[in-house]
């Protein structure tokens, strides 16, 4: 039994650092965002060459551009918030394995950090002013008319588009930034709880009968206040919440 509680302790701390390790990625992903603003003109080229080519009208230039920055706003909100899932799956996780050793209900802690990573912002441009492209592209070669409308959308639209990912990248960041502070408090509310009492039980070879009525007494105080949730009974041992000689 002691070697369950010092994994519990384990993967506790490995999943201490996990948010660590995620806020790193996700700053990263909000870094590269400022950087985006030269794919999304090469995809809307792209887009209006093909769509010329065959003589279609729709999308206009303006339609194009924000429909490639979207799409690419959108892949990097899309990392951001696969990482904060991935996070909040290891925290469950971690804080599900302490609580079942302690005999502690994890409801409430799962349900915390379910709802910790809210709805990503999204990014804003303004095209409003801007004039459609000529289809000169269309009777270019394929490579010479991809780079003579993507040097005309840089013209056109470049500064919006770089100011709106500049602007992004740091709204994204300070999403990012607030979401995984919310897990981290949401987190250690139960799992400093966790630890303290699985230190408790691992610190010597036994634990008394008095630890353990102490163990109790601190886990029901704990309850009564709101701080974690009431403990329940264990199934193996009614009446005690941990029994160190299984």
């Given at each position: 039994r002691v070697e369950r509680w010092k994994e519990c302790e384990r993967e506790l701390r490995v999943a201490e650092g996990s948010i660590t390790e995620t806020e790193r990625r996700c700053r990263s992903v909000a870094d590269q965002v400022r950087g985006l603003a030269g794919e999304a003109l090469e995809q809307a080229s792209a887009v209006l060459i093909d769509q010329w080519r065959v003589n279609d009208p729709a999308p206009a230039g303006?339609?194009?551009?924000?429909?490639?920055?979207?799409?690419?706003?959108?892949?990097?909100?899309?990392?951001?918030?696969?990482?904060?899932?991935?996070?909040?799956?290891?925290?469950?996780?971690?804080?599900?394995?302490?609580?079942?050793?302690?005999?502690?209900?994890?409801?409430?802690?799962?349900?915390?950090?379910?709802?910790?990573?809210?709805?990503?912002?999204?990014?804003?441009?303004?095209?409003?002013?801007?004039?459609?492209?000529r289809r000169v592209g269309r009777f270019l070669p394929s490579r010479l008319a991809r780079t003579w409308t993507a040097s005309k959308l840089r013209r056109m639209a470049g500064p919006a588009v770089d100011d709106a990912f500049v602007t992004y990248s740091r709204v994204l960041g300070a999403w990012a930034r607030r979401a995984i502070a919310d897990m981290r408090n949401h987190y250690h509310r139960y799992a400093d709880v966790y630890r303290a009492q699985l230190g408790r039980l691992t610190t010597g070879p036994t634990v008394t009968k008095e630890e353990r009525e102490t163990i109790g007494r601190d886990l029901q105080a704990l309850a009564a206040a709101g701080a974690i949730p009431k403990p329940r009974r264990s199934p193996e041992k009614p009446g005690h919440g941990v029994n160190p000689n299984e």
């Open positions: 303006v339609t194009a551009i924000r429909d490639a920055v979207n799409s690419q706003a959108a892949a990097a909100a899309g990392r951001l918030h696969q990482e904060m899932e991935g996070l909040a799956t290891k925290l469950r996780e971690a804080l599900a394995l302490a609580s079942a050793e302690l005999h502690v209900d994890n409801l409430s802690s799962a349900e915390d950090l379910r709802s910790a990573p809210r709805e990503i912002p999204r990014i804003d441009l303004n095209l409003d002013a801007l004039a459609a492209p």
